[in-house]
Each structure stands twice: as C-alpha cells, then as structure tokens.
RNA sequence: GGGCCUUUAGCUCAGUUGGUUAGAGCGUUCCUCUGAUAAGGGAAAGGUCUCAGGUUCGAAUCCUGAAAGGCCCA
C-alpha cells in the first residue's frame, strides 16, 4: 500500500518534510560515501560575498551549480562539493564601518585595526551562517559548515579571539585558537566551505605574487585613478560598473586663458570640475578642428567653430585656424599665483597642447589640462613633459602649497574658486550642468581623480600584431598572451560567444592593480626599503619567518593580516636596511582568483592538486566575470602552471523583476531569497531559473512561478496522484523482472520515456539544462494529456472479472509505475524535493533495499527493448488527426459528447492508412464516432491542389524554379495527383525543355470540397459525417445524463469506487435515452441501482434543462 | 569611438544547414471536455520578423549599413 496522495498538496510543507528527512538519514553524506571511489568530475565554486543575506539571482546560479553537481553524482561520479565564501575587501568594510557608525578612515584607526579586523571577520562568518541555511534551504547540497558552528565562532572570536577551542573536524578533534580555527576554515582537518580570508588563500596569494616578482612583472606606479574620498581607496578598472555612474548635476564654469604674447586675447576654456583649475598646467586643441577668433566688445576669445553657440550675446568671427595652428600659444594659468604652481613650474609650462581626442561636443574644443585631477591629463603629462601638480590628499583636502585653499574640502571649493576669478577678471560663465559622472559603487560618494601610488602587476605589452605571430619566446616574458593560449586551447564557453568576450577583455587589459589603500584584506607581500627604494617580496609564512629581522613573536599565532603583519620587518635584500611592509592590502579579485590553487591545496598537498585540477566546470553570471572572476582565476593558474584552471564556463544573465527592471531594495521590488522559497517552494524556484535560456536576462516574480507550477508541477503531480489513488484500490505492487503484455499505448509512452532519458541527457552534458527541461514538458504533457487520459478505463476496470482485463490493468500499472519512478530520477538534479516525495513512496515503501534517497539512484539509460521510433511515429499521426477530428467538429459545431455516425480521413500512403486500421478503437473513441475509415478521395470531399517544392526543386533547378513552379500550378490536379500518390513521375514542360519531376518534389494537397465537415491540413483530411440517427441522438442525451451524474457524485465529494443508487424523473425523450441505455450508465457512475422516480431518494439532488429535456435526479451512496 | 549580445503577436520567448501558410506559452473572446487535473482540447483576434540596401529562383535566417536597447571597454 503507497502512502494516499492527496491532489491538493502542500509543496512548500513538503519541502520542508523532505529536508528533515535528508538530514535524518544523512543523505548526502551517504552519496559521498557511495562515491568515494568513483571517477572525478571537479567543480570550483565561485565564492559568494557573505556580506548579506543571498538574493533570489543568487538562487538562479546555485540552481545550476547543484543541478550539475547532482547530475554528475547520478552518472556515478565523485564530485568536488566545496562552496565558496568571500571574504575580504571593502565591502565587508564599508558594512562594518556602517555598524559602527564611521564615516571615515580615521574612525576606523582610532578604533584600532586588530579591532576592526576583528569586526569584519565577525562579518563574514555571520552572513556566511545566514547564506549557508539559505542554500540548505534551496537544496543545495554542498559541504556545508553546520551554521551553528559558525554563529559560534562568531561569538567567540568577539569574546576573544585568541582563546584556545577544541573543534570536531572530518579528521577528528581540532584545538587552537579560535583566530587560527576561523582561518582553517575549510582546509582538510576542518573541512566545509572555503573562506577566502583563509590563511592558506593569503599566503598562496603570497606565492602567486613572489612568482610575477621573480619574472620582473611586479611593479610600483603612479597613476590618476578614479578615487573614493570617503573610502579613501582608487577604484580599479574592474570595479567601475554600470553602477559607477549617476545623473549628476554640477555647476560649470567658462573662463579666460588670457595669451601672453597677444595682448587682449584670451583661449576661453570650459570645465564641470573647478578644483582642478588649481593645477591646470596646459590646454589642449584638436589639431584637425577649426577654431574661430571671435571679438565681443575690446576683448578676443579662441573657441572651436563648432561650439560657438556656447558665446553669450553679440559676438563677430575675425578670425579662422586650424588647431594645429595654435600649438605652443603660451598663456596665463588661473591660478599661478599659488605655491603649488609656482614650486612645480606650471606658469612656465602652460601652454595650448594638440590632442586628438578634443572635441566639440560640449565646452569649447579647448580643453584644460591638470595631469594631477585626471587619468587622460597623466597620460598627456608624460607626452608632453609637463608638470604634475596634485592637489588632494587621499581625504579630498587640498594639500600644502595651496593658499587659501589649503585645508578645504574639495567638495566645498567651487563657490569660492568662481568667486576668485569673477575678482581675477577671468571668469566668463557659469552654468549648471547635467551629466553622467562616476560615483563610488559601495558608497554613492562622487569620485575625484587623485594622483597615487600604486602596485602593479604587468600584464605585458600589447604587440602590434595578430595573436597567431607571436612567438613562443614573446609568451613566456607576457602575461597577457600566455593567459589567451590557455583560453583559447583549453576552455569551452557556455555560450560560445564568451570566449570572444574573454579573450577581448585580455587583448585590452592593462595591468592589473592590486593594492589598495585599507585595512581588511590580503596584506600585500611586498617590503619596501626607504633608504635605497628596493622592495622585497614574501613568497611564503616560512621565508618571511627566515627573513624577519624583528616582530616575528608578535606575528606568530595570528592570521596574515594588518595590523599584527606590519609588525614583522625585514632587511632590505639590497642595502640590508631593516624595512616595513607597504600598508596597502590586496585586490580582492586576487583572494578570488587563486581559489583553483589554494582551495585545491596547491601548495600543501600537491596530489591532491593533481587529481582535481583543472575544473570540469565553473558557473557564475557573466555580466562583470569576464573582467572579474574569470579573469583573475585564469590569470593565477597561468601565473603559477601555464594552464587554464577550468575545462568548461556556463554563464548566465541577469536577473530582473518581473517587469524587467533591476531589483534594488529601495525600489521596492527586491524579493528576498526567504521570501520566494516559502511562497513558490524551492522546487518551482529552481523549474523557473532552469527552464530559462541562460543568456538572456531572467524575469523573475511570484506570477512566472505560478506559472511553472501550473505547467509542470501540477501535471506531474496529478499524475503520480491518479497513480496511487487506483494502485491502492486495487492493491498493485510493482513486481521485479516482471514482463507484461504491454499494450500499444504502453509502449508507445515507453518509447517516448526512452528518448526523454537520452535527450535529457545530451542536453545536461552538452550544457543545456533550458533545452532539458522543455523536453522534459513536452513529455509530462504526453505522460499526462495522452497515454493517461486514453488509459484510464484501464485503471478502472474492475479486478478480478476478467483474466484479459486483469493482465492489461497491470501492464497499464507497471507501465505508469516505470515512467514515474524513471521520471523521479530524470528530474532529481532539478526538482531534488518533489522527486524525493514520489520516490520515498513508489520505491521505498515497496522495496526497503532501494535506495535510501532518490539522490543516491543511478542515473537512467534508455532500456533498448523499449526503442520504437516507429510507434512514436505512429502515434504523433494518430494524435495529430484526432486533433484536425476535433477541429471539424468544431466547424459543424457538434460537441463532443453527441456520437456521430463516422469519421474518414485521407492521408497519404498506404503505409499511414494502415496505422489508420491499427488505431481504430483509440480514434473513435477520441473522436466519439461510431466507425471510422478511409475516404474514397476519387468521390468524396476533397480535391486536391500540386504544390512544387522549393526546397527539393529549387536546389535542383536554381533559377528555373519559379517557371517549373508556374508549370505545376497549370496541370491538371486530379491525374497528376494520382500519379504521384501512386509513386510516379510527372512530366511538365518549360519554354520547350521537359522537366520530369519525382514523387519527393511536388506535394500533394487536398482541400475539404465547400459544404463538408472536413478539414485539412497539407496531404491529409479528416472528413465528419454530421447527419443525426435518432439512436445517435439518443445515445448523446444518455451521456450528458452520466455527465450530469458524475458532477454531483464530485460534488458530494464520494469516493471514485463509491457504490451509488440513482433515482430520476425526466422529460420522455430523455428517459426513453436512460432507459435504453440504462447499463453503460449504470457502469460509468458505479449506480448499483438507476430507477426512474417521481419522488426521488437520496440527499444529493439535482435539476437541468438541455436539449429541451428536463431533469431532476438524486444521488445516494451505498454503505459499503 | 571599439568589442560582444539583443530587436519576431498585447506580454515572455522558439524558429534547425536560407525553402514560399513564421510558431509556442501567457493574456483576451467564443466553443468544448472532465471518474487525476486551480488542468485539458478546438477555434478566433493579434505579425510590413526594427529599418534600408545587397546576395539568391527564394531571406526572420546570409552580407553591408543604420536605429534602438543591454553588457563590457576606451
């Protein structure tokens, strides 16, 4: 006996049963044990930011991760099932500084660094809590630490961090302190996921760095970059995203550059950003453009053409010059009267610059030059040999040497710097301005351009020429060429096009940033010596313990970050000066991309390396990965081995609401990841992220789940109910090995199961999970809208009446019972929750030997005896005429429950005509017709029309084509048409040239003739005959009395096998139909009793008017 | 300015190596079926396949250019 199964299911409760089952018998556990000796399918996680509790778009990726990883595990692989956290970098400390209420980088020291990195490990590990329940939640079955133990540690590494705990690890019991636990995370002794501020990952970072050194690929430079005052940190090129820009509007300023060798003349010079008038030391023209000299009363002004309308009030063109004309002019800066300028020869060096970039869409095609305000400026400085005059600090303050400005914040300079000027006679406009200016991406704050130092790893110089030339002695001293041979000959991209995007972002990449200006991150291995400007690199803890001159007691026992890494100096390996690590900490990029080393075990178990290296897969979203993650993971395995650190990539969108808009908790329209899973169930959640195309950008909302719960959830579990309901009416069982008389329609949908398993199969190997689960709808509709509904009566039958009937129930039985059970497995890598439901109950309470969770089955192979592509064949035309049946009845506007008199159909080839025989019962009773057969296409309802093919004629005649086409349409149709359904070849002549045409090339239509129920549809018609026999009347009102019935026995909610009585009182026509057909109602609605009453007998009664009949009847169950 | 992607029904999307009647789901309207089904079936309405050129007997599909949108870079 199956556990009864109610349509009316609960999933979100079930999930959550299913889940204390897994953790009852520990099922994942058991999975790996089942695999532990199996081949390897490696899988590298991306690690996720645990700075927040996950939203549904990370839902969408670990749907994948877990489909993929449970697929494999089906095939019998072991997998690699470790998640990734991450850990470190700015994020984690803008949230902490949040907390704690900070607004600057001074709080955060006068707090103290040992402090606040406390509160940002603090951080991490309780969100890494919140997301790990998260993805629990979602059936996500990785290694995960028992979020317990991570609250745990949060707590005690609070108390303090240096308090000695005693842990239970994979490998037995672990004690240390509870700093040295937290960054063990995830190593062998500790087990679960990886955490990215693991000392492992920063000192393998460590040797990843110390390998770029040794080749001559670390460097320090100084650039202009984006800058956050308030972070007080440069963003890098790969963290200025689509967010990094806001619809800003600032006051802009025109002003005059008055010309020292042309008295009375001035450049007028256009700039959204005052503050960096202080350190303007050149102006720039475009050499190409045309510039005017115009006059407005005594004074002349040099403007481009193009931006002349920017001039206010009356003004006269005196003058016309190309750019290059002006180049040397030398002129008056704005502010040179500052010690800045005057210290750093900017008054010496003003000059008009030529610049190809100049342009005339705004401003006035000059364009002011401050190499210290601005990335374009620095570049030109170095063309041009021009002084750098940098005028913040890393705050936004002006620095000394700036007068009255001095001290000011660059946010409050603007009033009062067009105030100067007004009172200097230069000043000329001022205007608002609206413009798409770059702001902080964590902090909103607007970004200034501020002149730094940085360190750097070289990418390599981009050569002028195609990748296919350069040579393999080039490769080995760049970087940049070695990471695109190991894209292009090692990794498959899923889409395709991402290796296009990948290997372009390589082509153009600069050299990568990786310092940072802050606290909590990698400390940066890097010593650098005042007194002779050498700087050593740590490649590893024990050569920074062989090298350390003093602090190393203080180090020791702490994990290597700041502040007790600062400690820790060495003598410089060029001068022997005792130096101080740089205070700069890592790019976070660096922590992600050596996770294929690191949590790998590159360095500390280097077999273990080997058997899992490189990953099968990776999966994250591609929008920001192809710079990010996928970047700085190929950028460290090519660094250390030369190799790409992943065999495949699938990547996927972005995740939108349903309207299509980005979600963001301020709009109001973010779904929290909870939120989703009670309300649509876990399993419908993942059907929705799998279902979709992975490219294009997911809409995701409660309206599209309820939708792939209609279309898929529902059917299939209506199906397994159907199947339960009447397996426990009539005591079915699944016997093993056992081979029943299958009927036709069994092994059709045998067939059918057989070619979902290996579609499906194809699909998920070839990484298309969207394409799976269309074929795996399109089965359930079959499954469910077919072969359950042609098979019904089967089910019905009563046992034990009849041998025949007996043996063909249980075929049906055994044959639904298999698709289930084959259907469970197919579906488990996708809808974990649902299958494990089905599975407990058709397998497990039937066979307590089977597998303890649908999760640790075999994944399931066509089974070859159940092939037939014939039948399956067969049956799309049976379905497909049954269909245009449907459709002419339609027409004449016969309802189904009235039975006609006959169908014919017209199909082409004997071979069709038979299925046609073979199918007879199944059409008629779809069709309710008394009898079906062939038309007599010579006299009956059709005619047919020729149609020349053009696939088959046209690659055969080219441009003869359309004039055979023509020839065609001039035959006469009915002998030609003949011809050709008897296999013979036609003859149709073209400008005095004879073509002869095949059977294959000319198609053979026929139309219903005017006035006929028929349709059709190319070569085939379904023909009706409409005429209404009294009997055929009579039979109709017959079954709309059983219809009648059956909605009340619903109604008074009786069981399917309930006995009724019936008692009636009806219109003549109408009991006359009873009557004489009184046992087919009988044996429809189980009425042991169906007796024609003027004073009914039962509680549930009813009344109807149809056909211009009258009715009343009740309804009483029988005691069984 | 450069790279990649997208543009097909009211909405969301399919559309195989080019083949002449461009499909599905949802939504709307009408009809219908139901002994598992908040299901199912049939039909109607709804398309200048973004635009302009080109190649071809034939273009949603290939080529060129343009426009709009997205992602990335400069």
């Not at 100096?569 to 060029?574: E, Q, Y």
């Not at 509709?781 to 025949?804: I, T, V």
């Not at 055929?1032 to 096998?1057: I, T």
């Amino acid at each position: 006996m199956f556990k009864p199964v109610s349509t009316q299911v609960d999933f979100v409760k079930q999930e959550h049963e299913i889940l204390d089952l897994w953790e009852r018998i520990d099922a994942f556990a058991a999975l790996k044990r089942l695999r532990a000796k199996a081949p390897r399918w490696s899988f590298i996680d991306g690690p996720i930011t645990a700075n927040n509790p996950m939203g549904v778009h990370h839902g969408w990726g670990r749907a994948y991760k877990d489909l993929f990883h449970r697929f494999k595990a089906m095939q019998g692989y072991q997998t690699r099932y470790q998640n990734g956290f991450d850990c470190q970098g700015l994020w984690v400390e803008v949230n902490v500084e949040r907390e704690l209420g900070f607004n600057s980088k001074r709080e955060i020291e006068e707090f103290g660094l040992a402090n606040f990195l406390t509160r940002c490990k603090q951080q991490v590990l309780k969100y890494s809590a919140v997301q790990t329940e998260q993805s629990m939640r979602l059936g996500y079955w990785m290694d995960w630490n028992d979020p317990d133990f991570l609250r745990d540690l949060y707590e005690k590494i609070g108390q303090d961090p240096s308090q000695e705990i005693t842990v239970d690890g994979p490998l037995g019991e672990v004690t240390g302190s509870v700093e040295w636990v937290v960054g063990h995370l995830g190593m062998p002794e500790l087990g679960g996921s990886y955490f990215t501020f693991s000392d492992e990952n920063n000192y393998t970072i460590w040797s990843v760095i110390k390998s770029c050194e040794e080749r001559g690929w670390v460097y320090k430079g100084r650039d202009v970059m984006p800058w956050c005052t308030r972070c007080g940190t440069g963003l890098s090129q790969h963290e200025i995203v689509t967010e990094g820009y806001q619809e800003l509007t600032h006051p802009s300023i025109t002003l005059r550059f008055p010309l020292i060798d042309k008295k009375g003349e001035s450049l007028l010079v256009w700039t959204t950003t005052p503050w960096t008038l202080t350190s303007n030391v050149a102006a720039a023209v475009g050499p190409d453009l045309e510039y005017v000299k115009v006059r407005q009363g005594e004074e002349y002004f040099y403007l481009s053409e193009g931006t002349l309308k920017m001039l206010k009030g009356e003004y006269e063109v005196v003058e016309r010059l190309k750019g290059t004309a002006m180049e040397g002019w030398r002129y008056a800066g704005p502010f040179d009267e500052l010690p800045a300028q005057q210290d750093l020869g900017g008054p010496e060096a003003h000059r008009v610059i030529l610049w190809d970039e100049v342009g005339q869409e705004e401003g006035t095609g000059i364009v002011h030059i401050a190499p210290g305000c601005g990335a374009e400026d620095f570049r030109l400085s170095k063309e041009h040999d021009l002084p750098v005059i940098a005028p913040l600090n890393g705050d936004g303050y002006f620095v000394e040497g700036f007068d009255w400005l001095t001290a000011l914040n660059v946010k409050e300079v603007a009033e009062p710097i067009f105030k100067n000027l007004a009172e200097k006679g230069l000043r000329y406009k001022v205007e608002d301005y609206t413009h798409r200016y770059p702001v902080c991406w964590r902090c909103r704050e607007e970004l200034v351009f501020h002149l730094v130092d940085e360190w750097y790893i070289s990418m390599g110089e981009q050569l002028d020429k195609p990748y296919s030339e350069v040579t393999e002695e080039e490769k080995v001293a760049n970087l940049r060429y070695q990471m695109m041979e190991v894209v292009k000959e090692d990794t498959h991209w899923h889409p395709s096009f991402g290796l296009e995007r990948e290997l372009d972002w390589l082509r153009n990449m600069h050299d990568w940033m990786i310092s940072k200006k802050r606290y909590y991150g990698l400390a940066l291995p890097i010593w650098e010596c005042d007194s002779c400007g050498n700087f050593d690199v740590i490649g590893s803890k024990e050569e920074l313990r062989d090298r350390a001159v003093e602090g190393w007691e203080e180090f020791e026992g702490h994990s290597p970050h700041r502040p007790h890494i600062d400690a820790v100096k060495i003598a410089c390996s060029n001068c022997g000066e005792v130096t101080s690590r740089i205070p700069d900490v890592g790019n976070p990029w660096l922590d992600a991309g050596v996770v294929a080393m690191s949590t790998l075990r590159y360095n500390s178990d280097r077999s273990y390396w080997e058997e899992w290296f490189p990953a099968d897969l990776i999966t994250e979203s591609f929008p920001g990965q192809f710079r990010n993650w996928f970047y700085s993971l190929i950028a460290m395995s090519t660094i250390l081995e030369r190799r790409a650190p992943f065999r495949n990539v699938f990547t996927y969108a972005t995740l939108l609401d349903e309207e299509g808009r980005a979600m963001h908790k301020s709009w109001g329209n973010m779904i929290e990841f909870n939120e989703a899973a009670d309300k649509m169930g876990v399993d419908v959640m993942r059907w929705l992220y799998i279902n979709h195309k992975p490219e294009k950008d997911l809409m995701f909302g409660y309206h599209r789940a309820d939708e792939a719960r209609r279309r898929f959830m529902i059917p299939l579990w209506n199906v397994y109910a159907f199947f339960v309901t009447y397996a426990n009416i009539d005591g079915w069982k699944p016997v093993k090995g056992q081979q029943p008389d299958y009927a036709e329609l069994d092994r059709w949908i045998l067939a059918r199961l057989n070619q979902l398993v290996s579609e499906v199969t194809r699909r998920l190997e070839n990484f298309e999970p969207d394409r799976a689960t269309e074929t795996v709808e399109a089965f359930i509709d079959d499954l469910s809208n077919w072969y359950l509904r042609r098979s019904r009566r089967r089910f019905w039958a009563k046992a034990g009446l009849d041998e025949a009937s007996d043996a063909d129930k249980n075929a049906a039985y055994t044959t639904l019972y298999q698709v289930l059970v084959t259907l469970s497995r197919i579906l488990a890598p996708f809808t974990p929750f649902v299958v494990e439901t089905m599975h407990q109950n058709l397998v497990r309470t039937v066979d307590e030997g089977a597998p303890e969770s649908v999760h640790h089955c075999e994944w399931p192979v066509p089974v070859k005896a159940w092939s037939d592509q014939n039948l399956i064949d067969e049956m799309a035309l049976v379905q497909a005429l049954v269909s245009m049946g449907h459709a002419a009845r339609n027409a004449a506007n016969r309802k189904l429950r009235q039975p006609l008199a006959e169908a014919a159909f017209r199909v082409p080839g004997s071979s069709q005509e038979a299925t046609i025989r073979k199918y007879d019962e199944l059409i008629r009773d779809e069709l309710n017709v008394k009898k079906v057969r062939l038309l007599d296409t010579a006299t009956e309802a059709i005619e047919y029309r020729l149609k020349a093919l053009p696939k088959q004629l046209g690659q055969k005649y080219g441009a003869k084509y359309p004039a055979i086409r023509q020839a065609v349409d001039r035959l006469e149709p009915e002998s030609a048409a003949e011809k050709l359904i008897a296999g013979e070849t036609i003859e149709v002549d073209v400008e005095g040239e004879t073509f002869t045409l095949e059977p294959d090339e000319v198609e053979v239509r026929v139309e219903a003739h005017r006035g006929f129920a028929a349709v059709a549809e190319g070569p085939y018609v379904a023909a009706l005959d409409t005429e209404l026999s009294e009997a055929l009347v009579l039979e109709g009102l017959a079954r709309e009395f059983v219809r009648r019935v059956q909605e009340l026995r619903k109604q008074a909610d009786f069981n399917v096998d309930d006995q009724i009585e019936v008692s009636y009182n009806a219109s003549e026509r109408l009991a006359e139909a009873i009557e004489r057909h009184k046992d087919y109602i009988q044996g429809e609605t189980i009425a042991v009793n169906l007796e024609a009453s003027s004073s009914l007998a039962g509680e549930h009664r009813a009344e109807d008017t149809f056909e211009d009949e009258q009715l009343e009847f009740a309804v009483r169950r029988i005691p069984s």
